[in-house]
Structure formats: structure tokens, C-alpha cells
């Protein structure tokens, strides 16, 4: 499933739909001793939702063309997930940007109910110019979708800088 993810409401920015989603259905493999999803797959998933939404704003769906590097990544882990359960992962880009670098924000809920957040996730990314070995500024239509579907970073509990 990918695109819009859930229900929710304009007025409270935790229910308000991001502009990706998708659902991860845990597997016995990601759990630990004590049926509890482990804290490291939450880092591929957030992977998956990375590409997933900014490839296409690069029209393309190959992700040898991506032209991001990761700068930092973190995740906040709320509720525990167990082996089965369905979760919600849903990306957007943090408001505000900067010039060569963005964050991208994350949250997994249950289907459903977004008051139920299993984690919030951020990374923050570099636009980069792998040829040349070098940062470089958001390109312009880039930086316009991002704006245009950027939440306020403190909305998600993260603060500024």
C-alpha cells in the first residue's frame, strides 16, 4: 500500500495524513525474546518510506539516482509492537528546511488510530552531488514539494536544529 495511510483529522496534526504511508506487518524475524518489535528494524523501515517518497520527486523509482547522503538518523521508540502487528509508517519532510539539507520526519501507529505511535522517527539528509563528492543546494521543484508537505518539526516532539 502506499500514497495517503490512514484517517485522521485537519484539526490535530498527530491524526492529519501524511504525504506517505505504508504498512509494515511485523515478522517473527524482527522481534526479540520478549515479543517486542527490536529497536534496529525500525531503521530499514524508515528506509523503505525515504525512498519510497522521495524518489518520485526525482521521477524516478531507482534508487541508484538518489542524490541524498544521511547526515544523522534517530528514532524514539513509544509502545511496544509484537509479532503481527500491523503498524502504519508514514513519512514527511520537517519544516523548515535548509539549503542543502533537509529532515524527514516518521511515525508508526496502528491502523486505524493514530493516537497509537509505536516510535517517531528523523533523519536528517544532505543533498549531494555524488560526482563531484560534494553537498549541494535542494534543487528548486524538490524543495517546493518539500515545503509544500513539510509538518513543523516540534509538531512530532523534535526540536529545531
Known amino acids: 500500500?502506499?500514497?495517503?495511510?490512514?484517517?485522521?483529522?485537519?484539526?490535530?496534526?498527530?491524526?492529519?495524513?501524511?504525504?506517505?504511508?505504508r504498512r509494515f506487518e511485523i515478522t517473527y524475524h524482527d522481534v526479540d525474546a520478549l515479543n517486542h518489535l527490536n529497536h534496529a528494524?525500525?531503521?530499514?523501515?524508515?528506509?523503505?518510506?525515504?525512498?519510497?517518497?522521495?524518489?518520485?520527486?526525482l521521477s524516478?523509482?531507482?534508487?541508484?539516482?538518489?542524490?541524498?547522503?544521511?547526515?544523522e538518523a534517530s528514532?524514539?521508540?513509544?509502545?511496544?509492537?509484537?509479532?503481527?502487528?500491523?503498524m502504519v509508517g508514514e513519512v514527511a519532510p520537517g519544516s523548515p528546511l535548509g539549503r542543502t539539507s533537509f529532515?524527514?520526519?516518521?511515525r508508526f501507529t496502528a491502523p486505524g488510530d493514530p493516537t497509537t505511535v509505536y516510535a517517531r522517527g528523523r533523519t536528517v539528509v544532505v543533498c549531494y552531488?555524488?560526482?563531484?563528492?560534494?553537498?549541494?543546494?535542494?534543487?528548486?521543484?524538490?524543495?517546493?514539494?518539500l515545503e509544500r508537505d513539510a509538518v513543523p518539526i516540534e509538531s512530532e516532539g523534535w526540536a529545531r536544529g
Open 41 to 57: 528494524a525500525y531503521f530499514p523501515f524508515m528506509e523503505t518510506l525515504r525512498c519510497d517518497y522521495y524518489l518520485p520527486l
Open 129 to 145: 552531488d555524488y560526482a563531484k563528492a560534494q553537498k549541494k543546494p535542494i534543487e528548486p521543484s524538490v524543495r517546493a514539494r
Open 1 to 21: 500500500m502506499t500514497g495517503h495511510v490512514g484517517e485522521g483529522s485537519a484539526e490535530s496534526p498527530a491524526a492529519r495524513p501524511w504525504p506517505h504511508g
Open 103 to 106: 529532515t524527514l520526519l516518521y
Open 75 to 86: 528514532c524514539r521508540f513509544l509502545a511496544p509492537a509484537g509479532y503481527g502487528t500491523v
Open 60 to 71: 524516478t523509482h531507482d534508487p541508484r539516482e538518489l542524490d541524498i547522503i544521511l547526515a
